[in-house]
DNA sequence: TTTGCGAATGCAAACGTTTGCGTGTAGTTA
DNA sequence: TAACTACACGCAAACGTTTGCATTCGCAAA
């Protein structure tokens, strides 16, 4: 790595000292118009462009541009979207974006969340791995701002920005009740987590308000992967009485309830209905086209890096908390 | 963002100067056993961690741990996938990920290469807009390790790995052919991409292998996105003589295309046959069976991480090329 | 002429590391 | 005992910024 221009050749060449060259990059301070003029001339010929890790070294109260984004698995589309939304407004303010994977594992969220700090980033958003995140808790404590996305922390006093998991679920449940099925298999979260809770009440309430009774056989938890999706969906419909139709709570699940499904070669809706959650690439020109509950990830990346600056600009700024509210795509799997 | 603990916090409550300290952590020099012991427990009381930032403005020649991925769009289930393997390996290493959208937009490339370079980053993984970019031209001048993914430079002096994009189109035409097909319609990639031109000379390489005629008017030419498919499928398929089988050079066209298709309402295979590229969430459960070539993305990016850090740590070594093979995936659709 | 004052700029410390060099101590050799 | 050597560790510079505190200068007010 050769050593890059740096202020002190800009300032030699602009016969002035190096704070000067500061102030005017930073318009703080009074700095002469000619001597600006001049600065910026040398700058341009040298091509100087400012060192952001000695910016972030020094001036750590000040914004040092850089923000963190710790998330699951961007093999997950919905969280692809949603780093899609945060990264565009990142590039707008002029801010990187460290991007990590954790897998919801707590070692790899301890790990990066440690690097966040050592990098000294403006802020994190991430979704929690539950509830009671005690290595979040520690990072909000130190100072560094937090939005939540997707899934909350029980402290109250941070931003976030979720969508509403109840009003999806029982949206898609009310619809596959008003097609006729009483029989619903339900392929819910993981227990522990608030997504997958609030989605399972969501649906429970579906079936309470339209009176079918709730038979806890047909209700399965897995853990939002693919794998149990399959390994779930096999488990209902080989049930002596199976469901007549499936609601599969998130994307990743919904490939592989589909997979089992297609093993078994059972037509949609015929056979078997199904409304899934999250758009998914394939899903509009499915065969037949899926019913869905979409989410707005891309919304939920985007409403929250703009929270995340906004708290960055304003650390005093009353938390606030947005809930984004997702949409039922009724096609013709149900 | 309170401060953190830091060497000077150690080294006092160890009683040593800051440089022992430093030379524990790093294993360099030599320290006593007593010593390192007090101080490593030190550390652990304290809760020391390393300021990343620190490092990496001192040591600009040492390892910062710092990698950047610069990719068109994370949305694209490819270079989801490929970044997926870049930051496995990453976190193997302890590297972190400085992850960039840069759209095929060369400002947004521009900008992200200056960040690169202001973060000092480690080294940078990214396929090039086109062969003569001069903007990754200018990093690798600079010093800073850059392997290039999926497409390439003409500068052959770097290391890189791509897919086969000849033999994949080959493998998809010459299976097309075996299936009786003789009007194929091509949707090919964007002239001035070496991806583009090489599945394009792939696929004319297995119609002139078959000895079935090269007609222009079949062979469409998008710019890899969605929209593009569509279009370039219903443009196709309203041709007087319109092709029986369709391949689409690449994965959101091949979604783009089975819009068109779904649009139409016509039949797969039986009115139109169909291969795609690159493997899709959906595409095995797909309603048939999507046939398609998959690229081997995770490993692209696996490679290309580990080829980086083989660079980092031997800047000297001579350049590596790898070239991975994707893989006909034979399933209903054609 | 002196004093005061604001505008423009310079000086130097600080951020938290790494590292070349210097120093002290103990052990070895002549 | 003197001279070396090897080892363990301390000192201080350097990385490229930002920023509080001078300092200089010109000019208006007293």
């Known amino acids: 790595m ?21 102030r005017t990059i930073n318009q703080t301070g009074k700095i002469g118009a000619e001597t600006q003029a ?18 972030r070294l020094r001036a750590r109260d000040a914004s040092t541009h850089l923000l963190g984004l710790i998330i699951p698995n961007i093999q997950n589309p919905f969280f692809a979207d949603l780093a ?6 990142a590039y707008k303010h002029n801010f990187a974006l460290l991007l990590c994977n954790y897998d919801e594992d707590e070692k790899k969220e301890q790990f990066y969340l440690d690097v966040m700090q050592a990098e000294s980033v403006d802020g994190v958003i991430l979704p929690p791995i539950h509830e009671n995140d005690p290595a ?4 909000v404590k130190n ?12 402290d109250s006093s941070l931003d976030k920005v979720e969508v509403d998991n109840h009003m999806g679920a029982y949206k898609a449940v009310e619809h596959i009740i008003a097609q ?6 339900f392929i819910a979260g993981p227990a522990d987590s608030s997504t997958g809770r609030e989605r399972l009440r969501g649906g429970k309430d579906a079936l309470i308000a339209a009176r079918v009774p709730i ?11 693919q794998e149990s999706g399959r390994l779930l969906t096999h488990e209902l419909l080989t049930l002596a009485e199976p469901p007549t139709a499936l609601f599969v709570s998130n994307g990743l699940m919904t490939i592989g309830a589909l997979e089992a499904i297609a093993a078994r070669g059972l037509k949609i809706p015929k056979q078997i209905a199904l409304v899934g959650y999250d758009e998914l690439p394939l899903a509009a020109v499915f065969n037949p086209p899926l019913t869905i509950v979409k989410q707005p990830a891309y919304e939920v990346g985007r409403c929250a890096a703009e929270l995340l600056l906004k708290r960055i600009a304003d650390p005093k700024h009353p938390p606030t908390s947005l809930k984004l509210h997702p949409e039922l795509i009724v096609r013709k799997s149900c």
């Open 2 to 22: 050769k050593k890059a221009t740096s202020l002190v050749d800009v300032a030699r060449k602009a016969k002035v000292n190096i704070s000067t060259v500061s």
């Open 38 to 55: 001049r600065v910026r001339k040398v700058m341009r010929e040298l091509g100087y462009k400012p060192n952001r890790v000695a910016r």
């Open 84 to 89: 899609r939304g945060v990264e565009d407004v």
């Open 136 to 139: 979040v808790m520690q990072v």
């Open 143 to 154: 100072g560094t701002p937090v939005v939540c996305v997707d899934r909350i922390l029980s």
């Open 180 to 185: 006729g099925h009483r029989r619903i298999g």
């Open 215 to 225: 038979k806890s056989e047909l209700i399965r938890f897995g853990d939002f992967k």
